[in-house]
């Protein structure tokens, strides 16, 4: 789950406070969290972070490490392992792991083809980790040569 999305998470588990509210409540303009909770990328450096962390009353190392796996990341990971026809492994947050091949993704899930010939469908928001992960640089590189993905 990238920063934005466990965000958004940390924000419903709070009660749906509008951004306004978070903003008076944390410190960091309504503007910023709204570009946190919907950018692909990752958005925001350590202080805002770690202000956001004090908001919500979690470790602002959960923050910091989902900063590193953002969504354009899965995008381009699910890209490649589809074009390529080569297995991923998807870590959710609920603990469990699914390895396959990729049928089809799109920005709300993804369809993977598991190694015993079922198929399960991932929502993209579940997922915290995956693996192979590449260097987001790498997997830009080869997502142009692949055919391109979102930005």
Not at 78 to 101: H, M, W, Y
Request: some cysteine; overall charge negative; hydrophobic content about 40%.
């Amino acid at each position: 789950m990238s920063s934005g999305d466990y965000l958004r998470y940390l924000r419903a588990l709070k009660g749906g406070p509008d951004l306004f509210t978070v903003s008076e409540g944390s410190g960091v303009p309504s503007n910023v969290l709204r570009e946190m909770e919907q950018r692909y990328r990752a958005v925001g450096d350590e202080e805002t972070l770690e202000k956001l962390a004090q908001y919500y009353e979690v470790p602002v190392e959960e923050l910091k490490w989902r900063h590193e796996w953002s969504r354009k990341a899965l995008s381009i990971a699910l890209d490649i392992a589809c074009v390529e026809g080569v297995p991923i492994q998807l870590n959710l947050r609920t603990g469990q792991s699914f390895r396959g091949k990729v049928v089809w993704w799109d920005l709300g899930a993804t369809l993977l083809e598991l190694e015993d010939g079922s198929q399960v469908v991932v929502q993209r928001h579940m997922v915290d980790t995956w693996e192979p992960r590449l260097e987001t640089a790498v997997l830009e590189q080869e997502a142009e040569l692949a055919g391109g993905t979102e930005t």
